[in-house]
């Protein structure tokens, strides 16, 4: 499958990074071996034989050390509870007065060995032993410092429940402080090891994570294991947020940020999920989970669209990630919109505007502004910027939010707060088309008008008894018809900017003089002011003629960086998440 790091209980490489310490053993003996499975006897008598020469750094001979060889895909037994892989060829020896050793009556396969002087110093051999009668020389090596691995469990595992973390290949076991979730495993050989974490307290299988590097004399932090998600979810995968130049391009860090991940067959499995994707997880590095809501989810046309909320997204970073997990036929679902858009980081209302027309416009946010769709709309789902959208004929459909007049949609003048949309005009003519607002005489987007033969686009404040204030863009290369656009206008107590397409286009608001009252009375609507409107002159209930999708109110301005990176993360040639392999 492309783009997916499918890990199946394994993760490739160390990727995760936190700061950590704990509790070591080391187990020289073990109790599904025998006690004569020493120096020279396997515990089936194989014809192999390996040799070797060590040394220690000042040159001498590496005399009386310890050689413990194992199967590369041993690992230590735990109170006699069935956790080693393999109890078969385990030989310890040690050796001579040269820095020698030899061990006979090897059995064909892959193993490690360590030489180890019990003061600090080391080494990893590793070796294969094919089927025959022959000897393996190994060229002669040093010992050298030791190293350590330092790492913890995520939050999101009971540290009452005992965990052990092993290494392949080695007699290295560790549990997990019952407190902080921290191990650390000492006395280390140089050289890339495959970790495993497993627990018999916990419903779950083990996880691995291959390829540590261990240094000499260095200590490695291997970070989280997210015990929980990798043993018990099938799959998972990285999905990198890009923000550099060749990505999303923003330098400065946003906070709470509503991520869109959109699945589809080339880069997701959809056998491999739950039938309704309620099994899907999302998490950060140290496996903290992240809120989220799925938008759509369709089987049968292999496509989905999920809102992630990331607490930050990093400016000009490409190895930032967050982790996907699916594949858990007992998981419940965890979809929450309000979770992601929260009324906290200052969402007042967000419609995805998905489904039929004629369902109900639900409000992402705990608010529940939802609307109701009037005016001959059409029981069918139509294709927008992200999911379904809603179609608007420009003649009587709109969509009204009942009770919103003095909600928390109702903005004071000179307020600070933001609107955004997705817009797609179906023709461009010389009449006022709404797409979303709160009123003619408080605030709004709009298609305005066709000038010098370009579209007009618009945001609007009302002031009182002075008039509106509008920033519109008609320059070059100013959008026409059918295409998708990305509106956004902003009000900063005075100040006024307006956004399409992610890039600001006008900043300050020319005026249009009413000497009229502030009307705070109106209902928020989509596609339609709700009512017609005759100031300062007639243009009735300026329906729009299109489809409007993902529209957004927010109690806040909204910064150059964020409103940049909800169009390249939303757009269709989706910037800002990439799946990696």
């Known amino acids: 499958m492309n783009h997916i790091l499918a890990l199946q209980k394994k993760i490739t490489g160390v990727w995760l990074t936190v700061k950590l310490c704990c509790i070591t053993a080391m187990i020289a003996l073990l109790q599904c071996v025998s006690d004569d499975n020493v120096a020279g006897t396997g515990s089936h008598a194989g014809n192999g034989r390996i040799t070797c020469s060590l040394f220690n750094n000042d040159g001498s001979f590496a005399s009386g050390a310890s050689v413990y060889l194992r199967p590369h895909d041993y690992t230590v037994n735990i109170s006699g509870k069935a956790l080693s892989k393999s109890c078969i060829s385990r030989v310890d020896t040690r050796t001579d007065s040269h820095g020698v050793f030899s061990i006979d009556s090897i059995d064909p396969g892959n193993y490690s060995i360590e030489v180890n002087d019990g003061s600090g110093h080391a080494v990893l051999l590793r070796c294969t032993i094919e089927y ?79 390829s540590v590097t261990i240094r000499s004399g260095e200590t490695t932090h291997i970070g989280t294991f997210d015990f929980y998600h990798q043993s018990l979810w099938n799959h998972s995968a990285r999905l990198f947020l890009n923000t550099s130049a060749e990505g999303a391009g923003i330098t400065g860090n946003v906070v709470n940020f509503p991520v869109l991940i959109r699945l589809r067959s080339a880069n997701f499995d959809f056998s491999q999920a739950k039938e309704d994707g309620s099994d899907l997880r999302f998490t950060k590095v140290d496996g903290q989970p992240l809120p989220y809501e799925i938008e759509r989810w369709n089987t049968i046309d292999m496509e989905a669209d999920i809102w992630v909320k990331v607490d930050t997204v990093y400016g000009n970073s490409s190895s930032q990630f967050i982790v996907m997990y699916w594949g858990n036929s007992e998981a419940e679902n965890e979809s929450k919109g309000s979770a992601v858009f929260d009324t906290a980081d200052a969402f007042q209302g967000v419609w995805h505007l998905s489904g039929k027309g004629t369902d109900i416009a639900v409000d992402a946010t705990i608010n529940s502004y939802d609307g109701i769709p009037l005016g001959g709309v059409k029981d069918a789902n139509v294709a927008g910027a992200i999911g379904d959208a809603r179609a608007f004929d420009g003649i009587s459909i709109y969509i009204t939010m009942p009770n919103t007049a003095n909600s928390r949609l109702n903005f004071t ?39 010098n033969n370009r579209a007009t686009w618009e945001f609007v404040e009302f002031q009182d008894q002075l008039g509106w204030e509008y920033s519109e863009d008609s320059t070059p290369p100013a959008p026409g018809t059918r295409e998708w656009l990305y509106l956004t206008g902003v009000r900063s107590g005075t100040d006024q900017r307006f956004y399409i397409n992610g890039e600001m286009v006008v900043e300050g608001a020319a005026l249009m003089p009413g000497n009229y009252g502030r009307n705070t009375s109106d209902d928020f609507s989509i596609g339609s002011h709700g009512r017609s409107i005759d100031l300062p002159y007639y243009q009735g209930w300026s329906f729009f003629n299109g489809l409007i999708d993902e529209v957004r109110v927010s109690s806040i301005a909204r910064s150059d960086d964020w409103i940049r990176l909800c169009y390249m993360n939303q757009k269709k040639e989706d910037a800002l998440v990439e799946f990696k392999d």
């Not at 022959?134 to 005992?162: C, E, M, N, W």
């Not at 709404?434 to 298609?447: P, S, T, V």
């Open 132 to 210: 025959g009668d022959f000897t393996v020389h190994l060229p002669s090596d040093t010992l050298r410092p030791t190293g350590t691995i330092t790492g913890t469990f995520a939050s999101s595992v009971d540290y009452q429940k005992i965990l052990y973390v092993q290494i392949y290949g080695l007699e290295r076991i560790s549990t997990c402080d019952t407190e902080t979730g921290e191990f650390t495993i000492y006395d280390l050989p140089q050289g890339i090891y495959t970790i495993r974490a497993v627990s018999f307290s916990v419903d779950s299988e083990s996880v691995e994570i291959d």
């Open 413 to 451: 003048e000179d307020a600070h707060y933001s609107i955004s949309s997705w817009v797609y005009a179906e023709k461009i003519d010389s009449l006022y088309r709404a797409i979303a607002g709160k009123g003619h005489e408080q605030y709004y987007l709009q298609f305005k008008c066709l000038k």
